[in-house]
């Protein structure tokens, strides 16, 4: 019964009799379950495995002189090259090597070549891969087993349970013609050992009395009619991908990949913006708790600042360093033995005032600079105005000193 499409599903595309495919789906106990008939393949949503009618196909089995699996896709791609079937270009992807059995070093495996005419309507992105459609039937055993596949009659010819050789039948009916072609496959197969005598023939689907009887007449086969069975899905999946679909595929993981470095450009430039937010955030919680400490430390620094303050305003009374005399004693300390004399040392509000003579400018600029390299009078900025020449060629200075503590008034 027809339903609804499980997206979560397996689902699967086979071609029935006429232009129609049918759409079935597989649930996880693997049990193949009818949707619904559709009018092109590309109807259906989601990816899919496609069966893949054997018009498109071409099947090649031969025993090979050869026990070793690693090799026996190389020994048939040999023998397809030889056979003119296969070009030595041809990709991996066209070709599907199976092998059937293996006895006495011998090994009889099975090509299945895509055909180059591939139809447009299978070669879309959705499309997860195709299955050559006799690999997707519990064949019978050792028999020829006919269905109908877009109006072509297609036969697969088993060795046990196994499909040795697929191909679609010259008439659409089964004809006379039909029926010798059947016969020259089965002694073709049976000569060259491929099959082992063939035990009957079974038809799937709508087929006449009359075609039943044609073939048992020709071939001296029993023949058996049935409906065409629900699909399985292989154990061992085909390696068959056609270049259009491939390079779809190709394209489709080119987007993936393009999307996915977009998406983790924007990850990272979305992380990169929330932590450029945390940091100014943390930031801005470490400068509101700078200010409250600031605050808080307000009352205990103005009332440093005030005490240094007062500590300045008294310094003068309580410095030594300070005293007139102490000054007095350092300035004339710095006398030469002649030529340079003191007459006047004041001190008004704190600035200190030296006045006096010398012989000559020059004595007076080096009596100007040994103050300033006094290390007990750096605690005053000194400053000399340019000496005064007097007519009997003496020099008359003044040098101040500004103190770099609190100033009296």
């Excluded at 491939?246 to 470095?261: D, N, P, Q, V």
């Amino acid at each position: 019964m027809a339903g609804k499409i499980d997206k979560s599903h397996t689902h699967f595309l086979r071609a029935v009799d006429g232009n129609e495919w049918e759409l079935w789906s597989f649930s996880e106990n693997k049990n193949a379950q009818f949707v619904r008939r559709l009018s092109t393949p590309s109807e259906v949503p989601g990816e899919l495995v496609v069966s893949l009618p054997a018009e498109y196909t071409f099947t090649f089995p031969a025993w090979l002189a050869s026990s070793d699996g690693a090799v026996i896709p190389e020994i048939l791609h040999l023998q397809l090259e030889k056979r003119g079937l296969l070009s030595k270009n041809s990709g991996d992807s066209v070709v599907d090597y199976r092998v059937i059995e293996s006895r006495d070093n011998r090994t009889l495996a099975i090509a299945t070549i895509l055909q180059p005419e591939f139809p447009k309507e299978l070669a879309f992105e959705r499309v997860k891969r195709f299955e050559p459609s006799a690999y997707t039937f519990a064949l019978p055993q050792d028999r020829l087993v006919i269905w109908r596949e877009q109006g072509h009659l297609t036969v697969a010819a088993t060795r046990g349970r196994d499909a040795v050789t697929v191909q679609v039948l010259g008439d659409s009916e089964l004809s006379e013609t039909a029926a010798l072609e059947l016969k020259c496959i089965a002694f073709q197969l049976e000569s060259q050992l491929l099959c082992e005598r063939f035990l009957g023939i079974t038809l799937w689907g709508e087929f006449t009395v009359e075609e039943s009887e044609r073939l048992q007449r020709h071939l001296g086969l029993k023949v058996t009619r049935d409906a065409v069975p629900p699909p399985n899905l292989p154990q061992i999946r085909s390696k068959l991908l056609p270049p259009e679909v491939s390079s779809l595929h190709e394209r489709r993981r080119r987007r993936r990949r393009i999307r996915s470095g977009i998406g983790w450009l924007a990850a990272c430039y979305v992380l990169g913006v929330l932590g450029l937010i945390g940091y100014i955030y943390w930031q801005r919680q470490v400068a509101n708790a700078l200010r409250r400490h600031i605050y808080e430390q307000t009352p205990t620094v103005a009332a440093i600042q005030g005490t240094a303050e007062r500590w300045r305003q008294v310094e003068w009374a309580v410095n030594p360093k300070l005293y007139p005399v102490e000054l007095l004693y350092q300035v004339a300390g710095l006398l030469p033995h002649d030529g340079l004399r003191l007459t006047a040392f004041e001190i008004q509000n704190g600035k200190v005032v030296i006045r006096g003579e010398a012989s000559t400018s020059p004595a007076v600029f080096k009596f100007a600079e040994d103050i300033k390299a006094k290390s007990d009078l750096q605690m005053f900025n000194w400053q000399m105005a340019s000496p005064i020449l007097r007519p009997d060629g003496r020099a008359e200075f003044t040098i101040e000193g500004d103190p770099k503590i609190a100033k009296i008034n």
